[in-house]
């Protein structure tokens, strides 16, 4: 699995809060903006899974093909990071 992935195994065992700072960590976004976004443990685990996919080596159409596939959860965190970045 990759990063993301991974972290996300770890981060389940923490609080909430050291959930959104472990992804904090990984990325450019603040604990705050994490927890007002992702407010649910799920929540996050969905941001993790996207975030995976994005890094992930897998050529552009494959990732947005997967993305599709898995729209209701994926397409969520994607909007709710979209609304966190406009």
Not at 8 to 27: G, H, P, S, V
Not at 67 to 76: C, K, Y
């Amino acid at each position: 699995m990759g990063r993301f992935a991974d972290a996300a195994r770890e981060a389940a065992q923490a609080t909430d809060e050291k959930f959104a700072t472990r992804i904090a960590n990984l990325t450019r976004l603040r604990d705050e903006d994490i927890q007002r976004f992702f407010p649910e443990p799920a929540d996050r685990q969905h941001l993790l899974e996207l975030l995976d996919l994005v890094d992930s080596a897998t050529e552009e159409n494959e990732k947005v093909s997967r993305i599709m596939e898995n729209a209701e959860t994926l397409g969520v965190a994607a909007v709710r990071l979209l609304k966190l970045l406009a």
